[in-house]
């Protein structure tokens, strides 16, 4: 059975500009963390010329394709019937970037065929990740 989702999507980096630039991304689940989803971006996409991965809530990217969601570091909002918006804070600074809502949507059902909604605790292995944070404080 699938543990990992790799799912590559066209983005557009939301600038002062007229113009948004495209970009490509890569959304990612894993059954290992249940709770979360990753969205990488390639160096060219960064001010530092770095990649960049941001990981934040599965909870969070579904309801920000409902309405507004997020109040940190990951806002998410519907813009138009067709796009959803992910603004991400830093230190340096922040990105808005537009997604196709339709490429979320079918991550997102595709991750829930991997661990469904609300049965997350049941793929943690607690006694795992205790005994890890234990060893870790030693």
Known sequence: MTTVIDQAVQAH????????????????????DPFAVRI????????DGSAVEWTFGRELLAAGLRGPAGNGDVQIWPCGPHHTVLEFHA?????????TTGDLLRFLGRSYAIVP?????GELDLDDGLASLLNDAA
């Open 91 to 99: 230190p340096e600074g922040m990105a808005m970037v537009q997604f």
């Open 117 to 121: 909604e609300g049965s997350e605790i």
């Open 40 to 47: 990488s971006f390639p160096p060219a996409a960064s001010l």
């Open 13 to 32: 980096l939301i600038a002062s500009t007229p113009e948004a630039r495209a970009i490509p991304a890569c959304l990612r689940y894993e059954r290992d």
